[in-house]
Every structure is written in structure tokens, then in C-alpha cells.
């Protein structure tokens, strides 16, 4: 690679970076009832899924204030949306945070030490209690 090419490459992942902050800025900004907060916050923490374009079309709806998480877009949408089963299962999990869907509570055997954590993120958040940490056990 040249060095135009690299300094290319490097603006680019920055502007991606820069839009999908924008983007998680909006979404929370614009999610007022707790439980699609904790949705929507784990969906960025989560990255992958909420990054591809088309959960973003079934997801995301332009409005005055902005875009905003129209959760039940995703709904009965999981598997023509291109997602892994681990997104799948992740996404499961996060739609039964607010009430949407089938996945039960045991899907969480089913993610992987990046995913897991996140859920029991999002959990403490429906809860209203983020004060319980959540990390490694010793």
C-alpha cells in the first residue's frame, strides 16, 4: 500500500466511526422509555449487527428530531436480515428486552464472551440499576 492509500484507508474508518458515534448519539437521544434505552444501548455496544445497512432500513426511522429505533421494524425480520446465529440469538435476546418476540432467557448460553456481557448490561439497565459491575470472575 502507498502512503496515499493508507492515509485514504485512515480517513475512511475514521468517517465510519464518526457516523456510527452520530448515529448511537441519536438513537439514545432520541429513545425515552427505559426498556428500547437498554435495547438500543446494548444494539450499539453490540456493533456488528446495528453497522449492517440492512437492520438499518428495517430499524432506523428519520424524523424531525432525528433518527430514532423503531424496534418492532426488527421484529419477525431476524432471519432476512443476513445475521449470523449469533446475531440472531443476540438480537432475540435484546427484542425479549422489550417484550417483542420468542427468545427466551436460557438463549444466553448461546453467547459468546463479547455478547454475553453486553445482555447482562442491558439487563442492570431495564432494571435501573447500574451499579452491579460486570466483568471476570477471579
Request: glycine residues 8%; aromatic residues 2%.
Amino acid at each position: 500500500m502507498t502512503t496515499n492509500e493508507t492515509d485514504t484507508a485512515a480517513r475512511e474508518a475514521a468517517d465510519i466511526e464518526a457516523e456510527y458515534q452520530q448515529l448511537s448519539t441519536e438513537l439514545l437521544r432520541n429513545t425515552k422509555i427505559r426498556r428500547h434505552r437498554a435495547a438500543v444501548q446494548a444494539l450499539i455496544e453490540e456493533r456488528t449487527i446495528l453497522s449492517l445497512p440492512a437492520v438499518q432500513r428495517a430499524l432506523i426511522v428519520d424524523s424531525r428530531k432525528g433518527r430514532s429505533a423503531q424496534l418492532a421494524g426488527l421484529s419477525g425480520l431476524q432471519y432476512s436480515l443476513g445475521l449470523d446465529e449469533g446475531q440472531r440469538t443476540f438480537l432475540g435476546l435484546v427484542l425479549s428486552l422489550v417484550g417483542m418476540g420468542i427468545t427466551t432467557l436460557a438463549a444466553v448460553q448461546d453467547l459468546d464472551e463479547r455478547r454475553l456481557p453486553i445482555i447482562l448490561r442491558a439487563i442492570l439497565r431495564l432494571a435501573g440499576n447500574e451499579d452491579l459491575a460486570i466483568g471476570r470472575r477471579l
